[in-house]
């Protein structure tokens, strides 16, 4: 089993700055990817950015420039620092964890979800 525990949402004003984490734990054998999603009332949820195991990175072009991802591999973390946010930054905030687990002798790629963290960005 892998859990993630994300941490670092909260209330912040337009143009401000807001760190979050993701802390994975468990059976991991490896880490494949980590990413952080966001989901607004009433629609789709969207890939905010990625980050491979070999450190490249993808961001949505809505945040390309304000926010960055990046992961601390000793501790299966991976953060995501935003600046300058803006009030259509307003999301719940998924972390996404690609890891190869260790089970029952046999090794198998999983996908896991944190549970999500409210970031609320004022105007």
């Known amino acids: 089993q892998v859990q993630l525990e994300e941490s670092g949402g909260g209330f912040v004003q337009a143009g401000g700055s807001l760190t979050l984490s993701c802390a994975a734990s468990g059976s991991i054998y490896s880490v494949n990817s980590m990413a952080w999603y966001r989901q607004a009332p009433g629609r789709p949820r969207e890939l905010v950015a990625s980050?491979?195991?070999?450190?490249?990175?993808n961001y949505a072009d809505s945040v390309k420039g304000r926010f960055t991802i990046s992961k601390d591999d000793a501790e299966n973390t991976v953060y995501l620092q935003m600046d300058a946010v803006k009030p259509e930054d307003t999301s719940v905030y998924y972390c996404?964890?690609?890891?190869?687990?260790?089970?029952?002798?046999?090794?198998?790629?999983?996908?896991?979800w944190g549970e999500g963290a409210l970031v609320t960005v004022s105007s």
């Open positions: 980050i491979r195991s070999g450190g490249i990175t």
């Open positions: 996404n964890v690609e890891a190869i687990v260790a089970g029952d002798g046999l090794y198998y790629v999983q996908d896991y």
